[in-house]
């Protein structure tokens, strides 16, 4: 499995940006699909994920109300729209994929396949 995350950038505090991230290769029929993002000098957070399957979804607390993130199961893809965005949104965000079980869960160490950081600029 590749993950390809696309839709970084730099925008200004309150702006909204969207990331998506698009997994090719044999997934199973139910999988979850997540973000999580690592500002300079910190620890990669859990910001949000998706089973693919149910739909069911989890956010970190700091983004909650702020992100939505959502799924296409035809292509693979999910998507994180991030409004009111905040200078402590600054991160590389990354996407995660696991293929074993189908809660939305924020273990990091339950997934298994990553793709490249998209970085995410927000400016005051």
């Known amino acids: 499995v590749q993950l390809q995350a696309f839709g970084g950038g730099m925008v200004s505090v309150g702006a909204s940006l969207t990331l998506s991230c698009a997994a090719s290769?044999?997934?199973?029929?139910?999988?979850?699909m997540g973000w999580f993002r690592q500002a300079p000098g910190k620890e990669r957070q859990f910001v949000a994920a998706?089973?693919?399957?149910?739909?069911?979804?989890t956010y970190s607390d700091s983004v909650k109300g702020r992100f939505t993130i959502s799924r296409d199961n035809a292509k693979k893809t999910m998507f994180l729209q991030m409004t009111s965005l905040k200078p402590d949104d600054t991160a590389a965000y990354y996407c995660?994929?696991?293929?074993?079980?189908?809660?939305?869960?924020?273990?990091?160490?339950?997934?298994?396949?990553w793709g490249q950081g998209t970085l995410v600029t927000v400016s005051s």
């Open positions: 998706v089973s693919m399957g149910s739909g069911s979804t």
């Open positions: 290769g044999r997934t199973s029929s139910s999988y979850v």
């Open positions: 995660a994929l696991s293929l074993t079980g189908a809660v939305a869960t924020t273990r990091s160490d339950r997934y298994r396949y």
